[in-house]
């Protein structure tokens, strides 16, 4: 489980997984005793925000922060907040430097760029953005969504919320005998085993079997080459004149050649590919006097060497997803 290095559960915490009330007296506790509390003000708004001591003009010919790069500039100057409490009284706050942790699109729907007329305007259905999902309120999203076939376009957090909404609706609730508003791993597994088994979906599954060979055929190596978009046409099934042959290996190194119209490759995001952030010359892991591990070569180097190289030391994890948030716990152990 996860935790804070300097703030370890309390022994009566003994789940693998703790429910979230566990979870909210640990944050409560912890926020209580390093005084985060008197940090945070609640009922507040941010009603304004300004950057002083720097000329607009300045700021407009920045090719980077504060001219050099710097997250706290040349000290020559600061951001300014007003901040509103709920009678409307407004406090003046400086800072040196603002976070805004107010959400990646907040406000501003993210939509991706489709091809002209395959977009939302070709599908017949209703279309609706998480961000105007959420400001329907629970008893419209129930009506909208009951009875419905419902299809998520996305995988954060927003798409996994909607998703296990629609689950509450669709044709496999879960049983009666789960009453937790959170289930643990192991109610989870029964759940989505039994689903396997009603719907079909283990025999679709090759297990201790593996890829050895992907081929589209039907379209020559040349035409694919010429396309600028896939098939062609930008058609995820293409014209129908192609498909694609997979050889699949069982664990005694038998074959088998299966065809299919379309492949979906879930084997990470950047699957072989370390995703590297651009820094400015000379300000990246070459400044850094220390060591640089990417995640993906931290992962292979199996667990007795990866504590070898984290223990006593100060380590700083750059990333948010699941891999950092893997590799800070195991740190913080």
């Known amino acids: 489980m996860y935790q804070y290095s300097d703030f370890p559960w309390p022994e009566t915490v003994t789940e693998v997984f703790p429910d979230h009330r566990q979870v909210m007296d640990y944050l409560g506790a912890y926020a209580r005793r390093f005084g985060v509390l008197d940090c945070v003000r609640f009922g507040h708004r941010v009603a304004g925000m300004e950057y002083v001591g720097v000329g607009k003009e ?20 600061e951001w300014r907040l007003e901040v509103a409490d709920g009678e409307g009284h407004i406090e003046t706050h400086t800072a040196d430097f603002v976070i805004l942790c107010v959400g990646k699109y907040s406000g ?45 376009v996305g ?8 998703a296990a909404e629609c689950a509450e609706y669709s044709d496999f609730p879960w049983p009666e005998t789960v009453t937790e508003v959170f289930p643990d791993h192991r109610q989870v597994m029964d759940y989505l085993g039994a689903y396997a088994r009603r719907f079909g979906v283990l025999d679709c599954i090759r297990f201790g079997h593996r890829v050895a060979g992907m081929e589209y055929v039907g379209v020559g190596e040349e035409d694919v080459a010429a396309w600028d978009e896939w098939a062609g046409n930008g058609d995820a099934f293409g014209s129908g004149s192609g498909e694609w042959r997979l050889e699949v290996v069982d664990g005694e190194g038998h074959i088998e050649t299966h065809k299919a119209d379309f492949v979906i490759l879930c084997i990470g995001r950047f699957s072989g590919v370390p995703n590297m952030p651009t820094f400015p010359p000379g300000k990246g892991p070459e400044a850094f ?31 948010y997803l699941k891999s950092a948030l893997d590799i800070a716990a195991e740190c913080a152990e």
């Open 58 to 77: 300045d700021v407009a010919a920045w090719d980077e922060w504060a001219g050099n790069g710097d997250a706290f500039g040349s000290g020559s100057s």
């Open 108 to 152: 501003v729907p993210n939509i991706p760029t489709f091809p002209a007329g395959k977009g939302p305007e070709a599908f017949d259905g209703q279309v609706i953005h998480s961000m105007d999902y959420s400001k329907m309120g629970t008893k419209n999203c129930k009506e909208m969504i009951k009875g419905k076939r419902v299809t998520i």
């Open 155 to 162: 995988y954060l957090k927003s798409a996994l919320d909607i």
């Open 289 to 319: 006097d220390g060591q640089v591990i990417h995640s993906m070569d931290y992962s292979k180097m199996g667990t007795k060497n990866s504590k070898e190289i984290i223990k006593g030391k100060r380590v700083t994890i750059v990333g």
